[in-house]
């Protein structure tokens, strides 16, 4: 496989993200004896943002690398508990993984920063949409991590991991909850880049699903 490529765009937006331990109130949470979804959350994202992807190809490769995050203590024993190496290769076998893979760019956890006018983030507050004229000229800093993103053909695909519980009962529920916060990171990140996001997915870890939106 060839090698990947990870490289930052440096303009105002953007600010990058180095983790070099665990978070902070990950370690208070372990401390307490037990993981919170939020904290179970960011750990598959940790993991994610960290794998070597040249070392992805199989079970025991991912196995290895997360050995290896808890020898550097990038995340503990009982932290790594809640990762499951089938599901992170499962991940990179999905058509969106693949196609993620086959890039010559790829950014993980891209922090962005942007002014988004109120009108558009508040679609349904109805005080907001009866008085338009009046809101029209507020707006609100939006600040978000985009989990990845890659090149294709000269365009961008965005890509956001979930860990929520999801069933047939909620599934639509979830992507209607994400919808509109990735139609503001793929506008915040056209700013970035200068470059047209083309698409946008969700990946459910909970079913092994990607979702165009």
Do not use: C, W
């Amino acid at each position: 496989m060839q090698s990947i490529h990870e490289e930052d765009y440096s303009k105002p937006l953007y600010e990058e993200k180095i983790t070099l331990k665990r978070p902070l109130f990950i370690q208070e949470s372990e401390a307490k004896n037990k993981i919170s979804p939020q904290e179970r959350g960011t750990i598959v994202h940790l993991v994610m943002e960290v794998l070597d992807l040249n070392k992805i190809n199989t079970i025991d490769e991912i196995k290895v690398q997360i050995k290896d995050l808890i020898k550097r203590e990038i995340i503990s024993e009982k932290q790594s508990l809640v990762i499951n190496p089938f599901k992170i290769y499962k991940f990179f076998k999905s058509n969106i993984g693949k196609r993620a893979l086959a890039s010559h760019f790829i950014k993980r956890e891209q922090s962005i920063y942007s002014q988004i006018k109120m009108n558009d983030i508040y679609l349904n507050n109805e005080d907001i949409q009866n008085n338009r004229e009046t809101y029209e000229e507020e707006s609100l800093m939006l600040r978000g991590i985009i989990d990845l993103y890659f090149e294709e053909d000269d365009e961008i695909v965005i890509v956001d991991y979930k860990t929520d519980y999801i069933d047939e009962d909620n599934k639509q529920e979830v992507i209607n909850r994400y919808e509109k916060q990735l139609d503001l990171y793929a506008e915040a990140l056209n700013k970035l880049t200068g470059k047209n996001v083309k698409e946008k997915y969700l990946y459910l870890f909970n079913i092994d699903e990607e979702v165009k939106l």
